[in-house]
């Protein structure tokens, strides 16, 4: 069936594990109460007060909340610029 | 003294009043003296499900109001003698009722019953706090699907944060042949995403709507398979170590003995 599959270019995943990819996508804010606007505005006050001691890459920089097994994470990704 | 189970869900339509039925049938069966309590003021549908719709006098609301004796509320079940229900109000809302009234009430019923087990309504609001304000435990129940599941993990969280103890949870309307090929969630993705211990397993099963329909809950009649599923919750709540049957695993020995027969050749002489 798989190989059928790929013969026929049908690779599409199961429904089910989309459905729990979606799930777990949708409860990590779910759980947190953490808006996107909230997200934004730590972003902006982030991006505030890194950038007075260190040149970062506005740009570049992402702000997201991942699940852990005990804990959920929020995540900074802040790209640093290179000085030269 | 009694265990006060409330039965919850957040979602409607996922089967917590079917669940409450058939568990107080089961449990009665098992020699237990059960109350089953519909608290979904305004909704009442427990007292259909399990057939006894024609013999409310009075309800959980006239109860709290002191409009009557607690007894006097009480309708015993047709079939099983220990086992009784206690109707919601049908023509009054939620607020007629507070979480401090069902405590009071559940206190009482804890003195005469070993397990009080309450259907809440959905959604999150008032009626939901009144099921479960007296609950000692809760059961959620879910269905294999995104919105029950999502709804489920806010219930959840509630419960946490109420300080409940960690609820169990009863996976309901599973569909084996759907799992089989991928397109349902199965237990081991419901749990991964719920992170809750499994308290049961029913599988989709036509015989609940046909038992609504005649007012028998199915776990009167052990053959169904989802009366066999409410069986084995009912005896995990009493403390026996059931093994969750495998859904979705290949065929069970109905469908191997349906394989087999199907597998013989057939005299189509014999047959014409």
Redesign the interface.
């Known amino acids: 069936m798989k190989l059928f599959g790929v013969l026929f270019g049908r690779t599409k995943t199961?429904?089910?594990?989309v459905?729990?990819e979606?799930?777990?996508l949708?409860?990590v804010h779910?759980?947190i109460k953490v808006s996107p606007e909230l997200l934004d505005t730590l972003k902006g006050e982030l991006i505030g007060a890194i950038s007075k001691h260190i040149d970062i890459d506005q740009a570049g920089m992402e702000v997201t909340i991942t699940r852990g097994d005990k804990f959920d994470k929020l995540v900074a990704n802040i790209p640093i610029r290179r000085s030269r | 003294m009694a265990n006060v189970i409330t039965i919850t869900s957040g979602k409607g339509g996922v089967g917590k009043t079917t669940a409450t039925a058939n568990l107080g049938t089961a449990l009665a069966q098992r020699g237990c003296k059960v109350a089953v309590v519909d608290a979904d003021i305004g909704l009442r549908n427990l007292d259909v499900v399990m057939g006894l719709e024609n013999r409310i006098v009075y309800d959980l609301v006239d109860v709290v109001e002191g409009q009557c004796r607690l007894r006097q509320a009480l309708i015993k079940d047709k079939r099983l003698p220990e086992l009784y229900l206690l109707p919601a109000a049908q023509t009054r809302d939620k607020n007629a009722v507070d979480p401090k009234d069902m405590i009071k009430l559940c206190d009482q019923l804890r003195e005469d019953f070993d397990f009080v087990l309450i259907d809440s309504p959905a959604g999150i609001e008032q009626g939901y706090k009144n099921a479960v304000a007296p609950a000692d435990q809760v059961i959620v129940i879910t269905t294999p699907e995104v919105s029950a599941v999502r709804d489920a993990d806010r219930i959840i969280g509630l419960l946490e944060s109420a300080e409940k103890r960690s609820p169990r949870l009863v996976i309901n309307r599973l569909k084996p042949s759907m799992v089989k090929r991928g397109d349902m969630m199965d237990t081991a993705d419901v749990l991964e995403i719920l992170a809750i211990e499994l308290l049961g397993i029913v599988p989709e099963d036509d015989s609940i709507v046909v038992s609504a329909n005649r007012g028998e809950p199915v776990a009167l009649n052990g053959k169904t398979r989802a009366g066999m599923a409410f069986q084995n919750i009912a005896r995990r709540l009493l403390g026996d170590e059931v093994p969750f049957p495998e859904f979705g695993d290949g065929p069970g020995l109905l469908g191997r003995l349906w394989g087999f027969v199907r597998s013989k050749p057939i005299d189509f002489k014999a047959r014409n």
């Not at chain 1, 199961?14 to 594990?17: A, G, I, P, R």
Request: charged share 45%; no cysteine.
């Open positions: 199961k429904s089910s594990q459905a729990k979606r799930l777990k949708v409860l779910d759980r």
